[in-house]
Nanobody, 123 residues
């Protein structure tokens, strides 16, 4: 089994910082893409930041210059450093990974989501 384990959410004042962590656990051969999405109440889930399969990074325009995604390939972990937080960043943040399970190229590929972690920014 594979699961994405998130941590690091919480309550912070506007202008503050938080760091989210997402670790992919289980039998994993290769992670193709991995990143963070968020969903605010009454809104659709949206991309925040992610690594693509070619290693490039993508950011939502609303977080460019404030958020930074990074990763540790040996730990199958991605991080999201969030600085200069705004009340509009309040949402449940979800980790997502497109990966191949098992121990070889014959493993099954799949799209996985974490359970979500709440980020609340007070004004």
């Amino acid at each position: 089994q594979v699961q994405l384990v998130e941590s690091g959410g919480g309550l912070v004042q506007a202008g503050g910082s938080l760091r989210l962590t997402c670790a992919a656990e289980g039998s994993i051969f290769r992670i193709n893409a991995m990143g963070w999405y968020r969903q605010a109440p009454g809104k659709q889930r949206e991309l925040v930041a992610a690594f693509s399969s070619d290693g490039s990074t993508n950011y939502a325009d609303s977080v460019k210059g404030r958020f930074t995604i990074s990763r540790d390939n040996h730990k199958n972990t991605v991080y999201l450093q969030m600085n200069s937080l705004k009340p509009e960043d309040t949402a449940v943040y979800y980790c997502n990974a497109d990966l191949r399970r098992g121990s070889s190229w014959y493993g099954i590929t799949g799209d996985y989501w974490g359970q979500g972690t709440q980020v609340t920014v007070s004004s």
